[in-house]
């Protein structure tokens, strides 16, 4: 039995839903639009297979194609099965079929092979509109559901020099792509369409009796002065678990300014119709992992990605690809963003006054 790949290459588009690469055939092969099909030679691994054809044929590479875009890094993995496999007859000859997919950088570039004369990106009906094939359409369409349940994590850091970390997960729960970006104001334009819940790990509320008036550099405020000096509800349900994120009128300026600086984050998601909920990326790390991890030393970071490759498919391995601290927490936020979506989580904390989201 003959074996072959199918690949299908995808790009979320910023500010925009999810294209996909389809190639076409010469006249003298049927003209017809495909996406990155090819066989396996004899020994070789159908993952080791998709990443050949897809670069033989497009010049993607794999391995951890990166990408800069208006000074934000964008980062994707390598080609994944989609555990699709379907069996049909050519010339004879029985054939299995194998597809995988992979994400790219919005900008890559294509270098097509001799074998097709033109490359396009195209959306989900004007791909169905050229496909010939039921195999094709199929694993499509598997693709495509998993791409419009997407689940997203932002990671305003504190110590973050930069804009706040992005990541975003597929309806798998497959780590698809994560950037630094250059502002909290490019968060809602990075995100694609598609995106079901947003994580965000730093504060999206305050206490009851406490406006942000209370967080000026000198509040002169006539707010309520029985509001407790350990925060809301949900800050001592932390302090429980060991994890201290206070929101209250006392702290440095520093972490005053971080505290605005989130709550407007949560305006301008709400802004743009997005699901947003208060997540804790130290706390779910202690939950999910059973033990404290080290902080953001480089040895704590690497104990960190490493214990999350088991959680979330499509993480790269730390020697290829060691995530920053905030890029850790973005991916922590989107996990529990997407167990929250499938109803696997818990609260901490008075919902009208403002839960964290934990795993359950």
């Keep these: 039995m003959k074996r072959k790949v199918q690949v299908w290459a995808y790009r979320l588009v910023i500010g925009g839903g999810v294209e996909y690469l389809l190639l076409r055939r010469p006249r003298s092969r049927g003209n017809g639009w495909q ?25 993607i590479g794999s391995l951890g194609s990166r990408a800069t875009v208006g000074g934000r890094r964008r980062m994707s993995g390598e080609a994944y099965p989609l555990g699709l496999s379907y069996g049909f007859s050519y010339r004879g000859r029985e054939v299995e079929e194998t597809v995988f997919a992979q994400c790219v950088p919005e900008d890559s570039p294509i270098e ?14 004007q791909v169905l509109a050229r496909l010939e094939w039921d195999g094709h359409a199929s694993a499509l369409g598997l693709l495509d559901s998993a791409l419009t349940s997407l689940a997203a994590g932002i990671e305003p850091s504190l110590a973050a020099p930069s804009g706040p970390a992005a990541a975003l997960l597929d309806g798998g729960g497959r780590l698809v792509a994560w950037a630094t970006l250059a502002s909290d104001l490019a968060v809602s334009g990075w995100l694609p369409q598609g995106v079901s819940v ?59 300014e971080w505290i605005l600086r989130s709550l407007e984050l949560a305006d301008l998601l709400r802004l743009s119709r997005l699901r947003a909920i208060e997540v804790c990326a130290a706390a ?40 920053s601290q905030a890029e850790l927490g973005a991916v922590l936020a989107a996990y529990t963003a997407r167990e929250h979506a499938l109803g696997r989580t818990r609260l901490l904390g008075d919902p009208a006054e403002g839960a964290i989201v934990m795993p359950a």
Excluded: N
């Excluded at 030679?41 to 010049?59: H, N, P, V």
């Design 35 to 59: 996406p990155v099909t090819g066989g396996a030679k004899e020994g070789e691994r159908l993952e080791a297979a998709a990443r050949r054809e897809l670069a033989e044929e497009t010049g």
């Design 112 to 125: 097509l092979s001799d074998e097709h004369v033109h490359a396009h990106w195209f959306d989900r009906q």
């Design 198 to 256: 947003v994580g965000v790990d730093a504060p999206q509320s305050l206490p009851f009796g406490m406006g942000r008036c209370c967080l000026e550099a000198e509040p002169r405020c006539e707010c309520s002065e029985e509001v407790p000096p350990w925060g809301r509800a949900a800050d001592r349900g932390l302090m429980e678990l060991g994890v201290i994120r206070t929101v209250d009128r006392r702290g440095r300026r520093l972490r005053r």
């Design 284 to 323: 779910a790390r202690r939950e999910l992992l059973e033990r404290p991890m080290g902080r953001v030393a480089f040895r704590g970071r690497l104990e960190l990605q490493r214990a999350l490759i088991g959680l979330v498919p499509g993480l790269p391995a730390p020697a290829r690809d060691l995530l």
